[in-house]
């Protein structure tokens, strides 16, 4: 099989890091395999931030998730990537989503860990979403569309099984 099919058989949603920081040129290998996704009519219209676990707007976004929670939202990832996208553009979600995934399988073929994240929608988009998207250097009319924590998987898990004739139709 294909090293990258390969890639795609192992991929899983990684839920627990280390503590070890990600190099400065993984995260721009990432942030590129983003870069390189395709977007409607060629548009690239997707933004990218890069924020470390230290970052106070990322504490400021979990306590506003849910003060009480008891495990972080970021699951302890030194880095997040935030993807911002064009509110005007219809395709905007889709090409985070597609973006949002080659993040996801470049950190897979790199060793590292990964998990999407969508659960900070309603805090991102919500009553402070001005001055979210400030401090997470949204573009002008640009809104959250998807964001992805990154690092040093410290536990990883069998990838999902799937059920092939419940989700597939040959018509
Ligand atoms: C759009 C999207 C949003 C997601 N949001 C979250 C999230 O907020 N928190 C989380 O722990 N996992 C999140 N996930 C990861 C899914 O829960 C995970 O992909 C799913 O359970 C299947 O597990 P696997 O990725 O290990 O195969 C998200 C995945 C997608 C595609």
Redesign the pocket.
């Known amino acids: 099989m294909s090293d990258f099919l390969n890639v795609i058989d192992n991929?899983?949603?990684v839920?627990s890091y280390s503590d070890r920081p990600l190099p400065e040129d993984v995260c721009r290998t990432l942030v590129e395999a983003g870069l390189k996704a395709p977007t409607a009519a060629n548009r690239q219209e997707i933004h990218f931030t890069v924020v470390g676990k230290d970052n106070p707007v990322q504490a400021e976004i979990q306590n506003d998730l849910n003060p009480n929670a008891q495990n972080s939202?970021f699951?302890n990832a030194p880095v997040t990537i935030y993807l911002s996208g064009d509110e005007n553009f219809k395709w905007s979600p889709v090409d985070a989503?597609i973006a949002v995934e080659n993040i996801h399988l470049a950190a897979q073929a790199l060793g590292l860990g990964s998990?999407?994240?969508?659960?900070m929608e309603a805090v991102l988009n919500g009553e402070k979403k001005a001055e979210y998207s400030k401090k997470l250097a949204f573009p002008e009319g640009y809104g959250y569309q998807?964001a992805i924590a990154v690092g040093y998987p410290e536990a990883t898990?069998e990838?999902?099984t799937f059920d092939f004739e419940k989700n597939v139709s040959v018509v």
């Open positions: 991929r899983n949603s839920r939202f699951y989503g998990v999407i994240l969508g659960c998807v898990k990838p999902h």
